[in-house]
């Protein structure tokens, strides 16, 4: 599914990611953001962008972040609190802050409360999309700590043989640390498809695949057809035949975990704002660590170099892939599609920034 959404090389443009990353602070400053929280917000847009996860880097989101800052909808100065603790658990009120920087303070916190207690778990309510959920859930891994992170995204997608939009996109992301083998990092959204994909698809001229959209009545469409202009998200699964209960029944569990734990509503009740939750597991707590590590590599290696299926070259798991498309990024520049650089190099003319890709 990556490939399909990557920009046909024939008409990318590649950039240094050193050059999208100040192109991006000097926004983010723009809009008033502390230069510190400028710096911080880039660095997660920039992991999505160098993994190969184009739905939650600069190419989709800037426009949406920007907007949501000229329209008084994110706070670029939070003062963002904990309103309500525990010894190992808290409860953050984000001030309508930017979740590519409230986020990463919160998961600082569930780990630095992992460390003293084993396990730390905080939730955040009145926020505001923050980015990848595996940016957020990596952060555990250097300390030696299984991390998870999930968030309350758009209420976009049908409920199981239902026609109203009632359930919300609702990313998960769980990282755990290996020692040779890259990390394992499971990041995705509980709908058949990330929300993001499907502007992707749009931009692209990508058909949607069978069991990703339902027509305006609900109707699950199970044929490869291009993007309909009113058309509705599936869960995970696409149809109850498929198992899309699961993943509407997981979206609803990161609702309760995000939105109705922190006090932030749920569903088309939230309200106001992003909700997200962070847990982080200290391995030592459970286990020893360098015995986990060798268990979790030998698990990766076994699942990667098992018997691929008639049609397929390769067996993967989650975080193989954008660990090697970071590699290949980092040495040849990230591929943008030429309406994303436009849009970079009018909104610097705008906002009388200079123009970084000259």
Same mark, same amino acid.
């Given at each position: 599914?990556l490939?399909r959404?990557h920009?046909?090389e024939?008409?990318?443009v590649?950039?240094?990611?050193?050059s999208m990353r100040?192109?991006?602070e000097?926004?983010?400053?723009?809009?008033?953001?502390?230069?510190?929280?400028?710096?911080l917000?880039a660095d997660?847009?920039?992991y999505?962008?160098?993994?190969?996860v184009e739905s939650?880097?600069?190419?989709?989101?800037?426009q949406?972040y920007?907007a949501g800052?000229q329209?008084?909808?994110i706070?670029?100065t939070?003062?963002?609190k904990i309103?309500?603790?525990?010894?190992a658990v808290?409860?953050?009120d984000?001030d309508?802050?930017h979740g590519?920087?409230?986020g990463?303070?919160?998961m600082n916190?569930?780990?630095e409360?992992a460390?003293?207690?084993?396990?730390g778990s905080?939730?955040?309510t009145?926020?505001?999309?923050f980015g990848?959920?595996?940016?957020h859930?990596?952060?555990?891994?250097?300390h030696?700590?299984?991390g998870?992170?999930?968030?309350t995204?758009?209420?976009?997608?049908?409920?199981t043989?239902g026609?109203?939009?009632?359930v919300?996109?609702?990313? !998960?992301a769980?990282a755990?640390? +290996?020692?040779l @083998?890259?990390?394992?990092i499971?990041?995705?959204?509980?709908?058949?498809? %990330? &929300?993001?994909?499907i502007t992707?698809?749009?931009?692209?001229?990508?058909?949607?695949l069978p069991?990703?959209?339902?027509?305006?009545?609900?109707s699950?469409?199970?044929d490869?057809r291009q993007v309909p202009?009113d058309?509705k998200?599936?869960p995970?699964?696409g149809t109850r035949?498929l198992g899309?209960?699961?993943?509407?029944s997981?979206s609803?569990?990161?609702?309760?975990?995000s939105?109705?734990?922190?006090g932030g509503g749920?569903?088309?009740d939230r309200?106001g704002?992003?909700?997200?939750h962070?847990?982080?597991?200290?391995?030592?707590?459970f286990?020893?660590v360098?015995m986990f590590k060798?268990d !979790?590599?030998k698990?990766m290696k +076994?699942l990667? @170099?098992s018997?691929p299926?008639p049609?397929?070259?390769?067996?993967?798991y %989650? &975080?193989?892939?954008?660990?090697?498309?970071?590699?290949e990024?980092l040495?040849?520049?990230?591929?943008?599609?030429?309406?994303v650089?436009d849009?970079?190099t009018?909104?610097?003319?705008?906002l009388q920034l200079?123009n970084?890709?000259?």
């Open positions: 599914m490939e959404f920009v046909p024939d008409i990318a590649r950039v240094r990611q050193e100040a192109a991006v000097d926004i983010f400053i723009k809009m008033r953001m502390p230069p510190e929280d400028a710096v917000a997660v847009l920039m999505a962008d160098l993994r190969g939650h880097g600069v190419s989709n989101m800037m949406n920007v800052f329209e008084g909808r706070n670029p939070p003062q963002w309103v309500r603790e525990a010894l808290c409860t953050i984000s309508q802050g590519l920087v409230v990463p303070a919160a916190i569930a780990i409360r460390e003293k207690y084993g396990i905080v939730s955040v009145n926020g505001a999309h990848a959920a595996g940016y859930a990596a952060m555990a891994l250097e030696n700590m299984i998870v992170a999930m968030t995204g758009g209420v976009s997608v049908l409920p043989n026609s109203e939009r009632l919300g996109l609702n990313p !998960l769980i755990a640390p +290996t020692r @083998e890259p990390p394992f499971f990041d995705a959204s509980m709908s058949s498809v %990330a &929300g993001n994909k992707l698809a749009k931009r692209l001229g990508v058909e949607a069991g990703w959209i339902a027509e305006s009545d609900g699950p469409i199970m490869e202009d058309f998200i599936l995970l699964g035949e899309s209960h699961k993943g509407y997981l609803v569990m990161i609702e309760i975990l939105a109705v734990l922190s749920a569903g088309p309200k704002g992003a909700s997200h962070f847990i982080a597991y200290k391995i030592d707590a286990v020893d360098d060798d !979790l590599d698990y +076994t990667r @170099e018997e299926a049609g397929n070259d390769v067996v993967t %989650a &975080g193989l892939p954008e660990h090697e498309e970071e590699k990024r040495k040849n520049g990230i591929p943008y599609h030429p309406e650089i849009w970079f009018d909104i610097a003319g705008e200079p970084r890709f000259e």
